[in-house]
């Protein structure tokens, strides 16, 4: 009798198990990927970068463009046009689901100038996906240092963007 009822709950706790990993797939949920990935975050974005006051939040530049990749390990890869390519290294880094569509990031480029390694810059930043997974926001920190690990500059950002588009077969 007791292995019967050991049986019958075990086989209780699997359908409720999975009963309510569908509910939100049934429910219309679809902030997120059937395996449990940030909604849409996985891809490429074409991002519009804007410095800003990190106190008023006005505008201390001209934006600019950049390019964000996040993989399903949680790797993250950006290059932006802010400074010419001589003068920064591709940004690397990793990324983390802190809510239904949010993301916080962390990574680090490295900065040159006449080929001279002057120092590295830390971006930590907070995403937010739209409902749809097509656009994407963010608010950032970044904190540029010195070789050796000083450092000597604060600044923040605003960005926007948008999901690559899926590729198309080539028209001959």
């Known amino acids: 009798m007791e292995k019967r009822n050991a ?3 075990a086989a209780l706790i699997v359908c409720c198990m999975l009963g309510g990993a569908t509910l939100p797939v049934i429910a219309g949920d679809r902030d997120h990927h059937h395996d449990g ?3 849409d975050i996985v891809g490429a974005w074409k991002m519009t970068v804007q410095f800003t006051d990190c106190v008023t939040g006005e505008p201390t530049r001209s ?3 950049a390019l964000n990749s996040f993989f399903g390990e949680g790797n993250l890869i950006e290059n932006g046009s802010g400074l010419g390519p001589a003068q920064r290294s591709i940004s690397h880094g990793r990324w983390q689901q802190t809510g239904k569509r ?3 990031a962390r990574s680090e480029l490295q900065l040159f100038e006449n080929n001279l390694y002057t120092g590295y ?3 930590q ?3 937010t996906v739209s409902r749809d997974g097509n656009e994407l926001t963010a608010k950032g920190i970044f904190r540029r240092y010195n ?3 000083v450092q000597v500059f604060e600044g923040c950002v605003t960005e926007t963007g948008k999901r690559q588009p899926e590729p198309e077969p080539a028209s001959p």
Do not use: K
Request: net charge neutral; hydrophobic share 50%; no cysteine.
């Open 7 to 9: 049986v019958t709950g």
């Open 147 to 149: 070789p050796a690990d």
């Open 121 to 123: 810059q830390v971006i």
């Open 125 to 127: 930043r907070t995403f």
């Open 63 to 65: 934006a600019f463009s």
């Open 37 to 39: 990935a940030p909604a």
């Open 102 to 104: 949010n993301v916080i």
